[in-house]
C-alpha cells in the first residue's frame, strides 16, 4: 500500500454518548479482504476492534467504507493490523483499544494479528 493514500480520512466519528464513563465498545467485521503481496492471491479474514472511547466514537458506515479500501492492497497480514491500528487511534482517539485480525487458513495455517494501546511492557 502506498504511504500517500490517505484511508483514514474516511474515518468518520461522533460525540461519545457518555464520556465520563469507561464502557467498552466491539465491532466485528468478519468479511475483510486484502491481498497477499507475494502471490496476489485474496486473503479473508475478520477483523476486531475492541475499545474504550473518549471523546469521540467511530461512524460505522465509515468503519465498513475504511475497510473496503483494502480489498485490492497488496498487504501482510501484520502490516494491515498495524496500519488499522494507526489510522484507529489518528481519527477516533480512545482511551484503549485492541484491534485482532483473525485470517482463514491458507497452506493449513490461520494467524491472528492483535495490536493495543496503550502498549503493554
Known sequence: MSESENFAGILEVFDNPSPARNYTIEHHCPEFTSVCPKTGQPDYGTVVFTYV???RCVELKSLKMYLQRFRNEGIFYEAVTNRIM???????????????????PRGGLCSNITVEYPERD
Open 86 to 104: 494507526d489510522d484507529f487511534l489518528a481519527v477516533v482517539k480512545p482511551r484503549q483499544a485492541k484491534i485482532e485480525t483473525r485470517w482463514t
Open 53 to 55: 472511547p473518549d471523546q
